[in-house]
């Protein structure tokens, strides 16, 4: 039985490869001629208009919910799209952030969010961590979120997961404001960050507003902003 376990997920593992190569080669074959110039383009510098800092799920696709082309979007992926504060972990986020501020001049960071996280879930229930001591270590950064909750929401168990993946992605912008080349560029109004959550059933985007200080949908009014007033004149 077990041999047979083992061929039929052997076999199932070189179909994915298989799938993924075939994908390869449609888009070598069929969508590659027809963005040629783009892609010529491209070979020698990016200038993205935003950084997407988001979650390693496999079902977020940056580039197709917001439609973006090749070159359009720094992407930046991790469980539960943390955000480090800078000097605690000057790990590959924290480089991400320094590159496409500094190097790039992105002028946009979009922290997304979405529904069903299993980050957040696990947040929620560490004990699912016991035997993924790396993912728990890294998850402590979502910590502030879960005591926030916790202390202020009084909300239904149903409800708990859909607030803590709002108040995590809440929590990550302030730690993506403690990093110098953000601070910097944010107290001067060069730089504008925003807080979205995705539902992937539904496709709707909620917005962080900072001065009403809560989600709201991206179409309903005006487009909702989590950046601070400017402190400072831009030369």
Not at 35 to 41: A, M, R
Not at 181 to 206: N, P
Request: net charge negative.
């Amino acid at each position: 039985m077990s041999n047979e376990h083992d061929k039929l997920g052997s076999e199932s593992a070189e179909e994915a490869l298989r799938n993924i190569v075939e994908g390869f080669q449609r888009f070598r074959d069929e969508v590659f001629p027809q963005q040629e110039e783009l892609f010529k383009k491209l070979a020698h510098e990016q200038k993205p208009r935003a950084m997407f800092i988001t979650c390693a799920d496999s079902r977020i696709v940056p580039e197709l919910i917001t439609q973006s082309s090749p070159g359009d979007l720094f992407v930046t992926r991790n469980v539960g799209n943390v955000v480090p504060p800078y000097g605690q972990m000057n790990g590959g986020v924290s480089t991400a952030i320094e590159f496409a501020v500094m190097a790039l001049g992105v002028h946009h960071i979009i922290i997304c969010g979405h529904s069903d996280c299993g980050a957040m879930k696990a947040v929620m229930d560490p004990q699912t961590l016991e035997r993924m001591p790396t993912v728990k270590a890294w998850l402590r950064h979502a910590e502030v979120a879960k005591v926030v909750v916790q202390e202020n929401c009084g909300c239904a168990s149903h409800e708990s997961l859909a607030v803590l993946t709002e108040e995590n992605v809440v929590a990550q912008l302030d730690h993506l404001r403690t990093h110098p080349s953000v601070a910097a560029r944010l107290a001067s109004g060069q730089l504008f960050i925003h807080g979205w959550v995705y539902d992937i059933e539904t496709s709707v985007i909620k917005a962080y507003d900072a001065e009403q200080g809560r989600f709201r949908v991206i179409g309903d009014g005006p487009l909702p902003m989590a950046t601070p007033r400017p402190r400072y004149q831009a030369d």
